[in-house]
């Protein structure tokens, strides 16, 4: 039987201001070290926009550290002139262990390609990162049959060139695009077929052990009514929570549905 530990991650996209985001890191991780004894059989990372980071990273320090903290994208290059852009070895810098790449709103308003994505990838493995891989379909991929052909293209192409030995700092976020902040999610049916869809992608390109090992989390309107049938699911090991990681108790609830389907 595979034993992963769900991981839920908070991606706080551009919102929050700077005591709101030192206030929200504080809560959550207050309410995870009261509920859960610091945080038992989940695993939970926030991303909040890059200029909070060493505040709510300060924050997360102090509690005594059941929260990780990572970047909500990385660049290609540990240095250089890219005005504008992070690299992996800053986030690293200023505390982070995770960065998302390839997040939809990444892939979809700001044009990233899936080469792109993968160069992303690797640059964070690169710098000693955990990085969370977003993949999934748009509504007319899904109503065109194309949802694991889709997934299996952006998973083939970021994770070429990945060694066997970084996978273990590789998590993947399914997250359907139509999903994602619009409220409505993929039956935990649905979703728990194309989990298993990536699981083989992965293990196709690994093997199976790699396949097994690998988390595998659900994003797309997960809230506290819905998390837990989703993480019940045997494929899915936790949430990319977006709209819902705003809210402290919401979050919390949320990692306290993922803590509970721990196997
Ligand atoms: P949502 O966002 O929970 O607001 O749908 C998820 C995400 O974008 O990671």
Redesign the pocket.
């Known amino acids: 039987m595979p034993s992963r530990k769900p991981i839920v991650g908070g991606?706080w996209?551009m919102y929050t201001t700077q005591d709101a985001a030192a206030g929200l890191a504080r809560d959550v991780a207050a309410g995870l070290i009261a509920g859960t004894g610091e945080g038992a059989g989940v695993e939970v990372v926030v991303f909040p926009p890059f200029p909070y980071l060493l505040t709510v990273g300060a924050v997360l320090r102090e509690r005594g550290g059941p929260v990780a903290l990572g970047g909500q994208d990385v660049w290609t290059q540990p240095e250089g002139a890219f005005t504008g852009e992070v690299s992996g070895e800053m986030l690293r810098d200023c505390g982070c262990t995770h960065a998302l790449v390839g997040?939809?709103?990444r892939r979809h308003v700001l044009g990233e390609s899936d080469e792109l994505v993968g160069e992303k990838l690797r640059a964070a493995l690169s710098a000693g990162l955990h990085a969370v891989l977003c993949v999934g379909e748009k509504l007319d991929e899904r109503e065109g049959g194309r949802t694991d052909a889709v997934n299996e293209r952006q998973l083939r192409a970021a994770l070429a060139g990945v060694g066997a030995g970084d996978l273990s700092r590789v998590v993947i976020a399914y997250?359907p695009v139509w999903?994602?902040?619009t409220g409505k999610t993929a039956t935990p049916e649905d979703a728990q077929r194309a989990h298993a869809a990536i699981r083989a992608v992965v293990a196709s390109m690994y093997d199976a052990d790699a396949a097994e090992a690998i988390r595998i989390q659900y994003?797309?309107?997960?809230k506290p009514g819905n998390a837990a049938e989703l993480f019940a699911q045997p494929d899915i090991d936790g949430g990319?929570?977006?709209?819902?990681s705003l809210q402290a108790s919401d979050f919390l609830a949320i990692c306290g549905a993922a803590g509970g389907s721990a196997r």
């Open positions: 991606n996209k997040h939809s709103e997250e999903a994602i902040g994003g797309g309107s997960v990319l929570i977006g709209g819902a």
